[in-house]
């Protein structure tokens, strides 16, 4: 995940829909926590989850002719469900600050995707 994090142009598609994949399924995953630390563990998780998909995103939009507007739009949309759920996604029963610091990320990248031009 670093790689795709650092330099998402490395990625071969396929690796890209496996990174991609498994942020959605960190970010909808039930998770059960026994206790306070793990659910900020969660949390932070999921926030690295969203992170990583706008990297994706704008990895993707800087690689001339390579450009997939249909899984630009499904990660784009993910991040809108963040916001717009209030940050209550996936099975777990978030904290609400844990859901404001998913919510903030959330919000975060979808400003850092409206800052480039090529998307």
């Known amino acids: 995940s ?4 650092g330099a998402p ?11 991609i994949t498994f942020a959605k399924k ?3 995953q039930g998770w059960t926590a026994s206790g306070k630390k793990d659910k900020k ?10 992170k990583l998909l706008t990297a994706l995103i704008l990895g993707s939009a800087s ?3 390579k450009k997939d507007e249909k899984r630009q739009n499904e ?3 993910e991040l809108f469900e963040i916001v717009s759920k209030h940050g209550d996604i996936g099975s777990d029963s978030c ?4 859901k ?5 990320t959330a919000g975060s990248c979808v400003l850092n995707i409206g800052k480039v031009k090529e998307l």
């Open 2 to 5: 670093e790689v795709a994090k």
């Open 9 to 19: 142009k490395l990625l071969k598609p396929s690796d890209q829909s496996t990174v």
């Open 26 to 28: 960190l970010l909808h």
């Open 41 to 50: 563990l969660i949390a932070s998780a999921k926030c690295h989850a969203t």
């Open 63 to 65: 690689q001339e002719g």
């Open 75 to 77: 990660l784009i949309q």
């Open 95 to 98: 904290s609400e600050p844990e």
């Open 100 to 104: 404001a610091m998913l919510r903030l």
